[in-house]
């Protein structure tokens, strides 16, 4: 089986502005932020990273931090927009998938599903909501 993952697409885009957004990163920060937070299961390609920072550089979504030696780069309030656009887009992405996956699980791993459905269930909840459940779980 491959264990490869493939990024929806847009998906890597979408976190190099929002990583620019919170703080001057490098190619390299981007990388090893992304393996860390998906447990090494997705390690972009340095080209594929620096790909998507030359084109976000030439649209004006991100740019060059000024006064470091050190390639670090932020988003622009143009890239900021555009973080607010996809924002929404990818929400209603995950819900979207979360049904599907839980449908599948339903058919192949029932104890699964229940899993899933929750999953479902909080991405399509209020923000309130879903931090009363987290604070009642101790997540």
């Known amino acids: 089986?491959?264990?490869?993952?493939?990024a929806p697409q847009g998906i890597l885009r979408a976190l190099v502005l929002a990583l620019a957004s919170r703080a001057p990163v490098t190619g390299i920060d981007i990388i090893k932020e992304?393996?860390?937070?998906?447990n090494s299961l997705w390690?972009?390609?340095?080209?594929?990273?620096?790909?998507?920072i030359g084109e976000l550089k030439n649209s004006?979504?991100?740019?060059?931090?000024?006064?470091?030696?050190?390639?670090?780069?932020i988003a622009t309030s143009k890239g900021e927009e555009e973080i607010r656009r996809t924002r929404a887009a990818f929400s209603a992405g995950l819900v979207r998938n979360a049904l599907i996956l839980s449908t599948?699980?339903?058919?192949?791993?029932p104890e699964g599903a229940v899993k899933l459905d929750l999953v479902r269930r909080i991405l399509e909840a209020p923000d309130d909501k879903v931090r009363t459940i987290v604070d009642k779980l101790n997540l």
């Open 34 to 38: 992304l393996e860390r937070a998906t």
């Open 43 to 52: 390690v972009p390609s340095p080209g594929s990273v620096y790909f998507i």
């Open 104 to 109: 599948l699980a339903e058919m192949i791993h």
């Open 60 to 73: 004006g979504h991100l740019m060059t931090m000024p006064g470091t030696n050190e390639k670090r780069y």
């Open 1 to 6: 089986m491959d264990n490869t993952f493939k």
